[in-house]
């Protein structure tokens, strides 16, 4: 018995939390209730508040959940790069395409949010820099970069900072094209500035 | 008395965009009514209706007139500045600080409403596109930047999308001194990428 019932919880969770960021990508943060969020996961209002007591819980649940299978994903994919310096375009490609999707979409709509309203600010800034954190770390291991050179870490810092304004450009109009142009000289900058012949290490570095 | 008609229409129309970044960076989206605005300018209703039709008009007319402050003072604090190789690291730092003000949080605000409202996106992605050629076009003369050289033109856009991210990056905490340290890093890319010696060009170029 035990076994299913734990099973039933965890998807009934996985679909709360995926609906609360389909509804916050669609209605914004003021659409995005409780009822709404779980009319949508086809869970009754109870069950909802039974694993997430508020709004914000499930919320910022849904977004650092996203948040990780999207890292999982992205060191997946660069997984099957092939490794040495063709490398270097796909990766940038791939680390400037990171807040182009629904859940950047999700993210901006709760920290805009969160700039209007303290108790939301109050969770999602620690889950922020959690999730940066761990995004800087992974943005390192692709790059194949050598952080103990001077530099080198606002470097990447500022690669991934890229990619959120490069989000930002995205959110009204399909900014593809443009973006794969700056990917394409971002993959020539980064090479030298980074240090290390980009991508050897990524590929095998475990994750 | 003509004179003073059209002088008092323009302090109105002033104070009223005045107000509305203001509303637009404390309320959000939502609490930026017309009603609002019109109470803190201190102006009837009636005749912010009159200079300003629709909230959409009033608050998109409010951005593009902060962003074209912006730009003047921009250019202004530039002409300021030492030419020569120094010049690279105070461009940098002014670039990459573009979007931590009223200013950005404001037009933060809009975009992401307009992410879900058609209408406010009608009226906001051609602002957005004329602003942005603008501080393009800065941002070349600043950086003495040859956008004949390939990649010059990708550089000197990837500038601006970082600092749209650093903006992003300062919406709910103070990044002040981790944005410091990415600018000069920044800096140190920027000159041999752009292709010119940064600032020989900047302080002379006419506006």
Known sequence: MREPR??????TRRRLMQAAVECLGELGWNGTTVAVIAERAGVSRGAAQHHFPTREDLVTAAVAHVGDKQIVELRARAAALP???SRAEP????????????????????????????ALRGVLVPLEARVGREVHRVALELLGADESR??????????????????????????????????????????????????????????
């Open 6 to 11: 734990q099973e039933r919880s965890r998807t």
């Open 83 to 85: 490794s040495g310096p």
């Open 91 to 118: 990766v940038a490609r791939m680390l400037l395409d990171l807040y182009t999707g629904p859940m950047f979409r999700a993210a901006l709509h709760l920290w805009v949010a969160a700039s209007t309203d303290e």
């Open 150 to 207: 001077p530099g080198v870490r606002e470097t990447v810092q500022a690669t991934l900072d890229l990619a959120r304004g490069l989000g930002l450009a995205n959110l009204l109009t399909d900014d593809t094209r443009r973006r794969g142009q700056i990917a394409r000289q971002w993959a020539r900058i980064l090479e030298p500035a980074v240090g290390a012949p980009a991508g050897t290490a990524g590929a095998a570095a475990p994750s």
